[in-house]
């Protein structure tokens, strides 16, 4: 049940209690900071979600929660991607855009899950602002969720994969309040880019997220578990630095600056890119009993799914690690087909499909079929449900960033106007692009078909955008399918 507030401050009833958020001069109603679980402090730290408490009055909402424990990005990636910290206890919070905050609307809903490679992000990134998406008939949700060793870290002595737990419990969460925000809960679209992808095929395979969604976007991310003992290796270096057993109750006494501290000492020495320790999902008897592809693929879920053409631009370009690979000629070309299994045909292949490109960006599209396209195109080939792939294929106006990972994203939010886009895309994106990007994701919300044919298993996916003075919007001109 919705009330009325003052003007321009609408009130909705949740589960928990009457919240207070703010309609803007586009007329969309937007909530903020709402918990949907209990603050992660003292012994809930490493512990399962729990409930929030309910309160009485009227909550606030008219501001961005706490983000989630969090070490900031280097220097060389924080001029590329914005990622608020607020600070506060209750980070397991989230944020609802409505154009009709009113119970009975029926509007479809989509929950959208931040990238940053489990360690970084969050929903309070102004390129994620859900106005666009309610102004278009859809209810937008964004939340934040426990990162890095507190959402990740894997201990004898606590849940596995706890960062996954909490977005099962905000999308629980969606089911139980949504109506009163205008949504329907039976037309939940989940979505997330990057980790935030991952995090959307490890709910494909998560029996206790059955029936939270009907729908799934993965944006250059594919469904994955980490070996065990990748993670916990980056617990154990932590629990080194720190002095303490590498258990939760240890870790829970530790004062969480001095814990954030250590976490970011031990992803200077990560290697996630190429196989090495992370924090990441795991297999797990409770929360992913199998494997997530093999789980997705026989999911009867509709889903969109796509890569952008460069994505390993963003990965190895602002390290410098394009100009090292170039100087290191055939031998990284070598090196990068070692490291990502592919064998000389592939690479023959690969070469003559891209017969001017140098062994920079050879090995960086080897590490972009590794990672991305070779399991998307298998996940999408291997199932009988509806697939539809995309490529995003318009290069940045940043120079030496081409088309690259999360590039599209001001695209599918068409928050192309906020200042915090120019940092990937530059100044002037084609508004055009965005217009027809993020049609396609509403309509996918709406209609379950985003404006093209399911993918055939051979065909080229959609292409959104292109080299220049190509057309913004036709089929993809990609690399070939690599064995």
């Known amino acids: 049940m919705s009330a009325a507030g003052s003007s321009g401050r609408p009130r909705v009833r949740t589960g ?3 919240v207070e958020g703010r309609t803007g001069p586009d007329g969309v109603a937007a909530f903020r900071g709402i918990p949907y679980a209990a603050a992660p402090v003292g012994a809930l730290r490493f512990a399962a979600p729990e409930p929030p408490a309910a309160w009485d009055g009227v909550r606030d909402a008219g501001a961005f929660g706490p983000t989630a424990p969090k070490a900031a990005y280097p220097k060389t990636f924080a001029a590329l991607l914005c990622d608020p910290e607020i600070p506060g206890d209750d980070c397991l919070n989230l944020n609802v855009w409505t154009p009709e905050p009113t119970a009975g609307a029926g509007l479809p809903v989509m929950v959208w899950l931040h990238g940053g490679a489990l360690t970084r992000g969050s929903s309070a990134v102004p390129v994620y602002d859900g106005s666009a998406f309610a102004r ?14 507190l959402g990740y870290g894997l201990f004898p002595d606590a849940p596995a994969n706890r960062g996954l737990l909490d977005q099962m419990a905000a999308l629980r969460w969606v089911r139980e309040n949504i109506t009163a925000f205008g949504g329907d809960p039976a037309r939940v679209t989940v979505f997330g ?3 935030g992808a991952i995090s959307v095929g490890a709910l494909l395979a998560a029996p206790r997220a059955a029936g939270l969604f009907a729908q799934a976007v993965l944006q250059s991310g594919a469904p994955e578990v ?4 990748h993670v916990r290796t980056m617990v154990r270096r932590m629990a080194s630095l720190l002095k303490v057993p590498a258990t939760a109750e240890a870790f829970a006494a530790v004062a969480l600056p001095d814990l954030i501290a250590a976490q970011r000492a031990v992803l200077r020495r990560a290697g996630a890119l190429l196989g090495g320790p992370a924090f990441g999902l795991v297999s797990d008897p409770d929360t992913l009993p199998e494997e997530p592809l093999e789980a997705a693929a026989r999911s009867g879920v509709p889903l969109l799914m796509g890569w952008t053409t460069e994505e390993y631009q963003l990965w190895l370009a602002p390290t410098g690690l394009m100009r090292l690979l170039d100087r290191l000629g055939p031998l990284a070309v070598a090196l990068a087909r070692i490291r990502t299994g592919k064998d000389r045909a592939a690479v023959r292949a690969l070469r003559a499909a891209l017969p001017e ?3 920079a960006e050879l090995a960086g599209h080897l590490l972009t079929d590794r990672l991305l396209r070779d399991p998307l195109r298998r996940l999408a080939g291997a199932r009988t449900a509806p697939s539809f792939v995309y490529e995003f294929g318009w290069p940045s106006g940043v120079p030496g960033l081409g ?4 590039l599209e994203l001001g695209f599918v939010f068409d928050t192309l106007h906020v200042p915090e886009a120019h940092w990937l895309a530059g ?3 084609p508004q055009e692009l965005a217009d027809r990007m993020h049609e396609a994701w509403v309509r996918f919300a709406v209609t379950g078909e985003p404006g093209w044919a399911p993918w055939d298993g051979c065909g080229p996916p959609m292409e959104f955008g292109g080299p220049q003075g190509e057309e913004a919007f036709g089929p993809a001109v990609t ?3 690599l064995p």
Do not use: I, M, T
């Open 479 to 481: 690399p070939p399918v």
């Open 136 to 149: 278009d008939g859809v209810v937008l949700v964004s939340l934040n969720y426990r990162l890095g060793v």
């Open 403 to 406: 088309a690259c990972h999360a």
């Open 16 to 18: 928990q209690g009457v």
């Open 427 to 429: 100044p002037d994106a």
């Open 193 to 195: 880019e990057s980790a």
């Open 226 to 229: 980490l070996p065990p003992d």
């Open 357 to 359: 490109a140098g062994p």
